[in-house]
């Protein structure tokens, strides 16, 4: 199965500030890597697909890069509604294997 | 619009069964490849079984392997999770999730315990 680690584990940031999550595959995955965000009691919801697009409805402020191995999840200014658990997965090979999690939390 | 719905979950005791179901619509069910994902209580997501959209290929996440069965009904627009040998630690919000996880249902709580 392909590893994925997630860092940090949990980030804290006030508002208006940019905040940087990375991701790193245990091999290459090309472009397939998702980044997805789960506030509590509510399902995983897909914000970024294919290591940089943008979901249809996703704002703007959220965004990805990287490819191969490497890979950066960014919110451009962080709002308050943006408090959630945010987890990478890669969609190369079954089982698609997500990070551990990164919990974002305001300052 | 797409919309996926978990039933089926439950108390059960260890070595019980459950069955879960999730019913699709608003999108053509027997094109995609359809997945059971859950989440043990304040842990990570965890890959539980694929199916694809003709039911010839299965995948099991080697935890489940053996006690798990996914079935799907195409004509029905229904996915299936049949859990026999229940033990604690499959304790978790089940989802069913369309192909990689660009939807997702809202989940059904099993809870494993005597």
């Known amino acids: 199965d392909v590893q994925m680690t997630q860092s940090p584990s949990s980030l804290s940031a006030s508002v208006g500030d940019r905040v940087t999550i990375t991701c790193q595959a245990s091999q290459d995955i090309s472009n397939y890597l998702n980044w997805y965000q789960q506030k509590p009691g509510k399902a995983p919801k897909l914000l970024i697909y294919d290591a940089s697009n943008l979901e249809t409805g996703v704002s703007s402020r959220f965004s990805g890069s990287g490819s191969g191995t490497d890979f950066t999840f960014t919110i451009s200014s962080l709002q308050p509604e943006d408090i959630a658990i945010y987890y990478c997965q890669q969609d190369d090979n079954l089982p698609y294997t997500f990070g551990q999690g990164t919990k974002l939390e305001i300052k | 619009e797409v919309q996926l719905v978990e039933s089926g979950g439950g108390l059960v005791k260890p070595g019980g069964s459950l069955r879960l179901s999730c019913a699709a619509s608003?999108?053509?069910?027997?094109?995609?490849?359809m997945n059971w994902v859950r989440q043990a209580p304040g842990k990570e997501l965890e890959w539980v079984s694929s199916?694809?959209?003709?039911?010839?290929?299965?995948y099991y996440a080697d935890s489940v392997k053996g006690r798990f069965t996914i079935s799907r009904d195409n004509a029905k627009n229904s996915l299936y999770l049949q859990m026999n040998t229940l033990r604690a630690e499959d304790t978790a919000v089940y989802y069913c999730?369309?192909?990689?996880?660009?939807?997702w249902g809202q989940g059904t709580l099993v809870t494993v315990s005597s």
């Open positions: 608003g999108f053509t069910f027997s094109n995609y490849m």
């Open positions: 199916i694809n959209s003709i039911s010839n290929y299965i």
């Open positions: 999730a369309r192909a990689f996880g660009d939807y």
